[in-house]
């Protein structure tokens, strides 16, 4: 009966070979960001455009579900509104990223793990300055 791995071949590089990094989550995070702002955002343009077709009460229905009775926003229209921002800052950020790393550049350790923590960084803090400027205005 054959051995179930031979010790002359090398190890597949599978998951459990490679010691776990941020450049691995910014690159996987890059995909789902990316795939999240395509599907909730045509989810919600659709439903906005069928809601705006629809007439003044179903538009109230749609408005009613993300704002208060005021026009401002209840919690659940921050947690979309703010989870979709984030996703795009974030998705622009692991986008130049990966585009700078196409161009050849960025490979070295530290600088991709530098690059890789800078995203998250200008997500969070780009994220805070638009809802802040939305928020408190000029």
Do not use: C
Request: net charge positive; hydrophobic share 50%.
């Amino acid at each position: 009966m054959a051995s179930p791995r031979n010790p002359a071949r090398p190890i597949s590089p599978h998951l459990t070979a490679w010691k776990w990094g941020v450049h691995m989550t910014v690159s996987i995070l890059h995909r789902v960001t990316g795939d999240g702002l395509a599907t909730v955002g045509t989810i919600l343009l659709v439903w906005w455009l069928a809601a705006l077709a629809g007439g003044k009460e179903t538009y109230a229905a749609f408005t009613d579900i993300f704002t208060l009775a005021d026009g401002r926003l209840n919690i659940v229209g921050y947690v979309f509104g703010i989870g979709l921002t984030l996703s795009l800052f974030q998705h622009i950020a692991t986008g130049i990223r990966h585009f700078i790393m196409d161009a050849g550049a960025g490979f070295e350790l530290k600088t991709n793990r530098a690059g890789s923590w800078l995203t998250f960084v200008f997500s969070i803090t780009f994220t805070a300055l638009f809802w802040a400027y939305l928020l408190v205005g000029k």
